[in-house]
């Protein structure tokens, strides 16, 4: 997520547009997004791969249960060390099959309803894309709430709906 240090391109959706995000008040990143939006439709994350910091926040969301495969050590924003191709292709290829094939699953991710997803935005602009969203209020110049029952509901009012 944002502002992580060792996490290699660290943002959270855009780090042009976006500097933090919450549901229900969680700090979390693209992966938690993502684990919300499949918790939705009871789908469970099960596997990661990327850099340790993303396989770091992913635990730390989901418990132990998921299987990670880090393939890269972050070094800073812009640098990292890295497996060889061939063998972050085997690590990624064998945590997959462990994944799929142990079916001991960390439950789906599924915010307690009411749901809120807070962001703070870069700057106090990018507030007005906003303005108007059934569901999503303006609360100062550089944060937006959505609120909704189900990730989802709010997620679709918040990204995709004008």
């Not at 959270?12 to 995000?21: F, G, H, I, L, P």
């Not at 919450?22 to 990661?48: H, K």
């Not at 094939?101 to 870069?122: G, M």
């Amino acid at each position: 997520m944002a502002g992580t240090p060792d996490g290699v391109m660290c943002h959270t959706v855009s780090s042009e547009r976006w500097y933090n995000a919450w549901i229900n008040d969680q700090l979390v990143g693209e992966s938690g997004i993502e684990a919300a939006i499949c918790g939705t439709f009871n789908t469970p994350v099960v596997f990661v791969a990327g850099d340790s910091a993303t396989c770091r926040e992913v635990t730390d969301l989901l418990g132990p249960k998921v299987v990670t495969a880090p393939v890269k050590e972050g070094l800073g924003r812009y640098s990292a060390r890295t497996l060889n191709h061939a063998d972050a292709c085997e690590m990624i290829e064998a945590r997959v099959k462990q994944a799929l094939t142990t079916r001991d699953w960390p439950a789906p991710y599924k915010p307690a309803s009411p749901v809120t997803f807070t962001v703070e935005l870069a700057a106090p602009d990018h507030a007005l894309a906003f303005a108007g969203r059934t569901g999503v209020e303006i609360v100062d110049a550089r944060k937006v709430v959505a609120r909704g029952d189900t990730f989802w509901e709010l997620w679709d009012r918040f990204w995709y709906r004008t």
